[in-house]
């Protein structure tokens, strides 16, 4: 569910974000030229009014707080989800032993030798000097 919201909230911060740098770009620069002009500073006049100014630094101003506010909350849902998923990492895999058969073990014995590197040598064979004296 934390994901879905995470997911949600993403996706809505970057509606806010494509929307908050047009409302910015659509703004009159305070020299009556720049981007302002170009991307239809003018035309914002004629559908909003001669206002235009006042109108566009509100939808700034809430467009910036929502952003921050988005970014925060994801934030702080991002630390959320870290501390409660399972982590594996360090943990050693869980291995499951099968049943010990129901019969008796076989008795240990009473003096345990250590266990010793086992080396086979060659067998040894007369030589052949050896074997041809009479």
């Known amino acids: 569910m934390a994901n879905f919201l995470i997911w949600?909230?993403?996706?809505?911060?970057?509606?806010?974000?494509?929307?908050?740098?047009?409302?910015?770009?659509?703004q009159k620069a305070k020299?009556?030229?720049g981007?302002?002009?170009?991307?239809?500073g003018g035309a914002t006049e004629a559908a909003f009014g001669a206002d235009t100014g006042n109108v566009l630094t509100k939808l700034t101003i809430n467009a910036a707080i929502l952003f921050f506010v988005l970014t925060l909350g994801?934030?702080?849902?991002?630390?959320y989800v870290a501390k409660h998923a399972k982590s594996s990492e360090g943990?050693?895999?869980a291995i499951s032993v099968p049943a010990a058969p129901?019969?008796?073990?076989?008795?240990?014995?009473?003096?345990?030798?250590?266990?010793?590197?086992?080396?086979?040598l060659p067998a040894t064979t007369p030589a052949p000097a050896e074997a041809a004296k009479p």
């Open 8 to 26: 949600l909230f993403t996706a809505v911060l970057i509606l806010v974000s494509v929307f908050l740098v047009l409302v910015v770009l659509a």
């Open 31 to 33: 020299s009556d030229g």
């Open 35 to 40: 981007m302002g002009g170009a991307l239809g």
């Open 74 to 79: 994801l934030y702080l849902a991002h630390i």
């Open 91 to 93: 943990q050693l895999p």
């Open 102 to 120: 129901a019969a008796s073990p076989a008795p240990a014995p009473a003096t345990a030798a250590p266990l010793a590197p086992s080396v086979s």
